[in-house]
Nanobody
Framework: QVQLTESGGGLVQAGGSLRLSCVVT????????MAWYRQALGKQREFVAL???????YYGDSVKGRFTISRENAQNTMYLQMNNLEPEDTAVYYC???????WGQGTQVTVSS
């Protein structure tokens, strides 16, 4: 059974940093493009970043230059390094396996001003 598990969320002050992790079990992680999305309260889910199986990366406009997506295939893990966080980054962050169309349960990130 495929499972995606996010971790690393929390409460941080504006300007701070967090690193999110997404561990994938039950599938061949190496074959999947992976992505991060987020959903703020009362808003639609928003694309944050994507990393392909060959390591090419793409970012949403609101996070370019501040967030970095990466993956470690040997650990079946994807990461999102978030720097210079802003209150507008407050949301539940979800990892997504694009090939299998599977989602994690989400991890809450709260940025205080």
């Amino acid at each position: 059974q495929v499972q995606l598990t996010e971790s690393g969320g929390g409460l941080v002050q504006a300007g701070g940093s967090l690193r999110l992790s997404c561990v994938v079990t039950g599938s061949d992680f190496n074959l999947s493009d992976m992505a991060w999305y987020r959903q703020a309260l009362g808003k639609q889910r928003e694309f944050v970043a994507l990393i392909t199986i060959v390591g090419r990366t793409y970012y949403g406009d609101s996070v370019k230059g501040r967030f970095t997506i990466s993956r470690e295939n040997a650990q079946n893990t994807m990461y999102l390094q978030m720097n210079n966080l802003e209150p507008e980054d407050t949301a539940v962050y979800y990892c997504n396996d694009r090939r299998l169309a599977r989602w994690g349960q989400g991890t809450q990130v709260t940025v205080s001003s």
